[in-house]
């Protein structure tokens, strides 16, 4: 960030929209992504355990 | 015949016996369980280091002002669809051709986080291409082409959705991705081979980079670090794949976090 403020940082030089529109939707992704599969897994599990 | 001398024959039969012995559900299932949170850790770790080095080091470019700092997450974003692809392939086209379950059900736990990241590769570069081109889409051979790799993902995924008997879906979808696999040098070179509004290759192997060193040390960071996590998050999904369909089988019920423990009575 070489010496700005943090408003200026989020600004990104006028184009904050875009530059965080894109790593938010990248972060949030991951991390829905990676809730489906260990939910999935708890599904799975708790399905095998009343077969049991 | 004594069982030594069957397993130096299986062992002529087998190039590689050593390897073949995880190519079985139930030898890999624990070992995947061991390497996801290294990868996950790893991949944690690189895209913090990636993300800090592109944004509080890597300078502004003097052509496209912040707004290039997109390609720290567009550019990993869009190898990794691609390279995903292959893998993707690659497994599909050795579970059918040597009838190995566990390479096809690789493929199968690998197309969603493929289909994920050619989708955030489309996203990102959408919202790159609006400020720098002054659209969020234009038809060019790039984009396009990138198009159809989300549909070859989601014909794989629907195909074997589709599909009860699971071998039988995964023998379609091998078909089905090793047919797709001629998308993927189209998509790398399409930049080349035609005159597109999409810039050309960040990365060359021929001649020296073009950009900043710390731009490129971000974005390659980023690049290690999804590499990682979709490495991470497919095992997890074989993971689950593997206990879908051998849920009926004595290891499966035997495993730790399925057998119901008994109450002392």
Known sequence: MNGQSWAQFFAMGGYGLYVWGSVLVVLISVAAELLDVVSRRRVILKFLKGQA | ?265
């Not at chain 2, 850790?41 to 800090?52: C, E, K, N, P």
């Not at chain 2, 930049?191 to 597109?196: A, D, K, L, P, S």
């Open chain 2, 1 to 265: 015949m004594d069982t030594s001398s069957r397993d130096r024959i299986r062992a002529h039969a087998r190039p590689f016996q050593w390897l073949w012995q995880y190519a079985s559900p139930q030898r890999f299932y624990p070992v995947a369980g061991r390497l996801v949170p290294y990868c996950l850790a790893s991949a944690l770790l690189l895209v913090l280091v990636g993300l800090y080095v592109g944004f509080f080091v890597a300078p502004t470019d003097h052509q496209q002002g912040d707004a290039y700092r997109i390609i720290f997450v567009h550019v990993p974003a869009a190898w990794l669809s691609m390279l995903i692809y292959v893998v993707m392939a690659f497994w599909a086209g050795l579970g059918w051709v040597l009838n190995t379950r566990l390479s096809s059900m690789m493929a199968r736990a690998l197309a969603p986080t493929g289909a994920l990241f050619t989708f955030l590769a489309l996203w990102t570069g959408g919202l790159w291409g609006k400020p720098t081109w002054g659209a969020w889409w234009v038809w060019d051979a790039r984009l396009t082409s990138d198009l159809i790799l989300l549909f070859l993902y989601i014909g794989f995924m629907a195909l074997q959705a589709a599909t009860d008997d699971p071998r039988r879906g995964d023998k379609a979808g091998a078909v089905l991705a090793l047919v797709g696999v001629v998308n993927v040098p189209i998509i790398y070179f399409s930049v080349q081979w035609w005159n597109t509004l999409h810039q050309g290759a960040s990365i060359s192997f021929k001649a020296a980079p073009t950009m900043g060193s710390t731009m490129l040390l971000g974005m390659l960071l980023c690049a290690l670090g999804f590499w990682a996590y979709a490495i991470g998050v497919a095992l997890m999904r074989l993971r689950n794949i593997v206990l879908e369909r051998e849920g009926e089988s004595d290891w499966v019920q035997g495993l730790p976090e399925v057998a119901v423990k008994k109450e002392p009575v």
